[in-house]
């Protein structure tokens, strides 16, 4: 017989009612971790999204962009969230919509800015730029934290989940940053929102099976358009240079 799963103090009228996610998310391991997103745009406004509706409450959000027009279609912001800093439509999309505060940081992460390691906590990167990745990446590789990737081009979708523990994930995973490649795409063929809605599900779903000692991924590689050529490595399968 399936156990049955107590519910009591996850349902309230202050906040959303996870009562249907209680089998499926494990609560309170979830909430003794910080989520922090670098790049709240297309994949990472989705992300904090996905996040607050499955029941994270420990979110910090970091960008220095302001919603414009041509955001609304892709990302996870509305009409109303017109010229707000992204930062700040975040908080707000998240108070309405999960009923939590998440902690904000508006502004441009640079060579002299300070990223903090700390424990129990996940670094998502969504910038839009390998320098902007590597530029996180860098400040914190040499601790022992947890780092996601997530990035979109045309129909195409990864992620990575990078243990910084581990010497040689941190190495196979810098070494996709070290590119002097530019996208030839378009700029209305970058991000469309399923494609972002899809790859934010994934990366929070992943993030939940790590925190939850699960099989995660470590690296996804595939396509919205054809999934079932997506190629997964997972946390208890050989890498794909051990292979």
């Known amino acids: 017989m399936e156990e049955e799963v107590k519910v009591e103090n996850i349902v309230s ?9 209680a089998k499926l998310v494990p609560f309170e391991k979830i909430n003794n971790w910080t989520i922090k997103v670098f790049g709240v745009g297309s994949v990472g406004s989705h992300v904090v999204k996905t996040l607050a509706k499955t029941g994270f409450k420990n979110i ?5 962009d302001t919603v414009e027009t041509e955001n609304i279609a892709a ?25 939590i505060e998440i902690i904000t940081h508006d502004g441009e992460i640079t ?10 906590t996940v670094y998502c990167c969504f910038f839009d730029s390998f320098e902007g990745r590597k530029l996180v990446f860098d400040k914190i590789k040499e601790y022992p934290i947890t780092f996601v990737d ?20 941190v190495k196979a995973y810098s070494e996709t940053l070290e590119t002097t490649a530019t996208s030839e795409l378009e700029c209305g063929e970058k ?14 779903m992943n993030i939940i099976n790590y925190i939850n000692k699960d099989t995660y991924t470590k690296i996804c ?8 050529s997506n190629i997964y490595v997972l946390s208890n399968q050989p890498t794909l240079e051990e292979e």
Do not use: W
């Not at 992204?86 to 908080?91: F, L």
């Not at 060579?111 to 903090?116: L, N, V």
């Not at 809605?197 to 994934?202: D, R, S």
């Open 13 to 21: 009228p202050d906040l959303l009612d996870l009562s249907r996610q």
């Open 111 to 120: 060579k002299d800015s300070t990223i903090a390691p700390e424990p129990n």
């Open 191 to 204: 991000a469309s929102a399923p494609i972002n809605a899809i790859l934010a599900g994934e990366i929070v």
């Open 75 to 99: 990302q996870a912001f509305d009409f109303t969230h017109l010229g707000m800093k992204k930062v700040d439509a975040c908080a707000k999309l998240v108070k309405e919509g999960a009923g």
């Open 150 to 169: 997530g990035r979109i081009g045309g129909f195409n979708m990864r992620h990575y989940l990078v243990d910084c523990n581990n010497e040689e994930e």
């Open 60 to 64: 910090e959000v970091y960008d220095m």
């Open 221 to 228: 590689i595939g396509s919205a358009k054809a999934p079932k």
